[in-house]
């Protein structure tokens, strides 16, 4: 039965490998029946969701009967303010990942290319593949995985509809700065849509990083960001993209009616006044991301700079078995198999103090270093 479905299947679904999500933290206390379970797998806020939005839940909980307001009007109209943009210049998902689903349904016809970052966040080649389009991963630099977009240019072809880039780039951390990304953007003929992928931009901290939200009506240039990381609202999926107004009217086109929920949209609304949870969640990436460097680098490991909130590593020791200690133990961080990565690296999510204590704690009992 289930090789002649197979065989109904879309062709290029043969290509993909299903995404493999960090293991909820609810699979390994059904495992294993820990006490303690800490999840450092999927780049989630570990601080929780911001309570402004849990508070903003709350109320409209009750209105649940009711379809959403389709548009998320009030959110637009919020994030407008916040950007200096439009309101029709901006368009809600059900979390990033439908923005970037959405531009390809609405942009890219079969046998188009899509070029994206290798190794970066697994979605853009599934998506390609679901859609029927082709996938051009681009290589990041060998020695420290850091962006050369001249590659990416080299690589367009007149199939080319899209470019991706990741910034700052899941799992590397890497990011592109402002000068790289004007050249890159200045260059980029306008038949060619650009998707700045921009889930982690609130913990960037380089003064040189570079958004692509300034060029939104000067090329066709996408940003999609979300509220499911510094806003800590990932369960419940909602995000935007911003472009022009143009880009914005093609894409709504295809927009599912109620894509986003009430609830979800109250929460970020919330979560977009809630600062003071932003700057701590901030804060403690910040400080953190520096206990973190020092200890992994002690116990041996070669960790990459990010400007996000996880650390991309290199191990001596086999990733996976690494990885699967640590579940034994009830922490959970990521193997880079799933990313396409060999070579033992891993990412971990930059948890609160206590977590990131017993992380390093536990990698010095397995690996006796530090
Ligand atoms: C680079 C990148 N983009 C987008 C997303 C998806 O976020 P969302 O929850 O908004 O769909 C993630 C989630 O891990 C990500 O790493």
């Known amino acids: 039965m289930e090789s002649k479905i197979s065989t109904l299947a879309k062709k290029s679904l043969a290509f993909i490998e299903p995404y493999i999500p960090g293991k909820p933290a609810e699979v390994l206390f059904r495992e294993r029946k820990l006490a303690k379970i800490v999840k450092l797998a999927s780049n989630e806020n570990p601080l929780g969701p911001s309570p402004a939005a849990v508070k903003a839940l709350k109320k409209r909980i009750y209105d649940i009967n009711r379809y959403p307001e389709g548009s998320a009007y009030l959110l637009k109209e919020k994030l407008a303010g916040m950007l200096k943009v439009k309101s029709s210049n901006i368009i809600v998902g059900s979390g990033s990942s439908e923005i970037i689903s959405m531009t390809i349904q609405s942009f890219c016809e079969p046998e188009d290319e899509i070029i994206f970052p290798h190794p970066s ?39 080319t509809k899209l470019i991706i880039l990741c910034n700052p780039n899941n799992p590397t951390g890497s990011h592109i700065r402002k000068t790289q990304l004007e050249r890159f953007l200045r260059n980029i003929p306008d038949r060619i849509l650009v998707l700045s992928d921009e889930a982690y931009i609130e913990y960037a901290e380089d003064p040189d990083f570079g958004s692509a939200l300034k060029w939104i009506n000067r090329k066709n240039v996408i940003v999609a960001r979300t509220f499911s990381k510094i806003y800590g609202l990932a369960g419940l999926r909602i995000g935007y993209g911003i472009s022009s107004e143009d880009i914005v009217g093609i894409m709504e086109k295809i927009r599912p009616p109620f894509n986003t929920s009430s609830c979800a949209q109250h929460a970020a609304l919330a979560a977009l006044d809630d600062t003071e949870f932003v700057r701590k969640s901030i804060e403690n990436n910040r400080k953190q991301k520096q206990y973190l460097l020092k200890h992994l680098t002690e116990i041996g490991f070669r960790v990459f700079p990010s400007e996000a909130n996880f650390l991309f590593c290199k191990s001596t020791y086999n990733a996976e078995l690494l990885c699967k200690e640590l579940e034994k133990r009830g922490i959970i961080i990521r193997p880079m198999s799933g990313f396409g990565i060999k070579d033992n690296f891993l990412r971990i999510t930059i948890g609160k103090p206590s977590e990131n204590r017993l992380l390093v704690k536990n990698l010095k009992e397995i690996l006796g270093g530090g």
Do not use: E, H, Q
């Open 121 to 159: 966040f697994i979605i853009y080649k599934i998506l390609a593949y679901a859609f029927g389009v082709r996938p051009v991963p681009i290589n990041l630099n060998n020695s420290d995985f850091s962006y050369n977009l001249d590659a990416f240019f080299n690589k367009i072809t007149p199939r």
